[in-house]
């Protein structure tokens, strides 16, 4: 495993609140699922992780193997910081959920601060939702926790044990922002990327997914990050992001 990560709730009064910051003063955020941005890729771009991801390994095999040993093995971590640290790092759709890189970025990440970072990362996790599902139907893994019941780091909803393992979205947005905000942030770029690795091994440790689901995961944010430089959008908002950061940045050395 690579180096190291129970998700503090999103105050009410952060969610759905206008955005203050001059780039993104025309910015409202979003509060879940009901009413999350959508994406750059619009359906007609076709792009899917299904047409270049390969399969998850065989029953049996020596990867195959391998995930189970490492699903068995990281049991052991429960009620120990990395534990807590996997649960906290299943947020992922609220604005405030990037906030988990803060540490690595030198500086709190606050999307009422920086707005149209947020909605770079909201738009891009949209986008992830929607390239991953044609795999994740099709490969229909079952996750670790529903092959060989264990305790994982959060509650085992009857959603997620019917959702597909492989690959892993959350190792896959992980990844997709910590490229992102390395290429923001280029003097953070060590760490960012670093904490976008442990952000992917947190469903490991979680018990919700197997290595190889995580390094697919990675592979699928790689890709769509690479996608998505090709979209008008996307490199707008990217600009927009990186002088709001920059501004941020500016205010809080002073």
Known sequence: MRRAFLSAFIGLALAGCAATSDAGRDITLWQGYADHPKGYLAPA????ALAFLPPPP??????AQNDVSVYRETRALEGYPRWAQAAADAEIVTPAAP????????????????????????????DLEAVQA????????SRPFVAEPANICIEAEPWLAQSGSYPSGHAAIGWAWALV?????????EEILARGLAYGDSRVICGVHYVSDVEAGRLVGA??????????????DFGRARGELTTSNAKSSQ
């Not at 771009?45 to 899917?48: N, P, V, W």
């Not at 990050?225 to 490199?235: C, G, H, I, M």
């Open 58 to 63: 065989q029953a049996g095999s020596l990867r």
């Open 134 to 141: 044609s795999a994740k139907a099709t490969y229909a893994r």
């Open 99 to 126: 906030r988990v890189f803060s540490e690595a970025l030198g500086s709190p990440f606050d999307p009422q601060q920086t707005p149209a970072l947020a909605l770079l990362l909201g738009r891009l996790h949209a």
């Open 223 to 236: 890709a769509l990050v690479a996608r998505l430089k090709a979209e008008p959008e996307f490199q707008r």
């Open 45 to 48: 771009a076709g792009f899917e």
């Open 181 to 189: 905000l390395a290429e923001l942030a280029p003097d953070r770029a």
